[in-house]
């Protein structure tokens, strides 16, 4: 199992918490964004640069995930295409896309696309509270002690 983490948008509190999963679990994490990225030095954690554009890095880790894999994204598109593969995806509040919800998230993300692109201001997601990064981490165990 590999955990492939969307980085460009990835708060980096959820990184830290990665890397010393990474490190206990010795489990390979790739960090996959369009910028640099300097991962702390470990044997199990490695960064992927790939070039800037629309969809890049989902494409690429789309590309490189295997059954078993997870994910961390909130990309509820990408979250699609790795369910489809077989993968695990994980977003950064502690909530995971499964095959039974990924299709409403999909839905409401385009209302609310449809909403913004008509002037209505929908606002964005709250900011990552200490409550997100504790479910963030408790899941994160419970997955890794599963799929060990």
Same mark, same amino acid.
């Given at each position: 199992?590999?955990?492939?983490?969307?980085?460009?948008?990835? @708060? %980096?509190?959820?990184?830290?918490?990665? /890397? *010393?999963?990474?490190?206990?679990?010795? $489990?390979?994490?790739?960090?996959?964004?369009?910028?640099?990225?300097? @991962?702390?030095?470990?044997? /199990?954690?490695?960064?992927?640069?790939?070039?800037?554009?629309?969809?890049?890095?989902?494409?690429?880790?789309? %590309?490189?995930?295997?059954?078993?894999?997870?994910?961390? $994204?909130? =990309?509820?598109?990408?979250?699609?295409?790795?369910?489809?593969?077989? !993968?695990?995806?994980?977003?950064? *509040?502690?909530?995971?896309?499964?095959?039974?919800?990924?299709?409403? #998230?999909?839905?409401?993300?385009? /209302?609310? =696309?449809?909403?913004?692109?008509? !002037?209505?201001?929908?606002?964005?997601?709250?900011?990552?509270?200490?409550?997100? *990064?504790?479910? /963030?981490?408790?899941?994160?165990? *419970?997955?890794?002690?599963?799929? #060990?």
């Amino acid at each position: 199992m590999h955990i492939w983490i969307d980085a460009d948008a990835c @708060p %980096k509190v959820v990184k830290e918490i990665l /890397f *010393r999963a990474a490190e206990r679990t010795q $489990t390979p994490l790739t960090l996959v964004a369009n910028q640099y990225l300097r @991962p702390p030095p470990s044997p /199990f954690i490695t960064s992927l640069q790939v070039p800037a554009g629309f969809d890049v890095a989902d494409n690429e880790i789309v %590309k490189r995930c295997e059954p078993g894999d997870l994910v961390i $994204t909130a =990309d509820i598109p990408l979250a699609a295409e790795i369910i489809a593969k077989g !993968g695990h995806a994980l977003n950064p *509040r502690g909530e995971f896309y499964t095959r039974e919800n990924i299709r409403e #998230r999909l839905n409401m993300r385009d /209302f609310m =696309d449809t909403l913004r692109a008509s !002037g209505v201001d929908t606002g964005g997601p709250p900011p990552l509270n200490q409550t997100d *990064r504790r479910n /963030f981490a408790n899941q994160l165990d *419970r997955f890794l002690t599963q799929h #060990r």
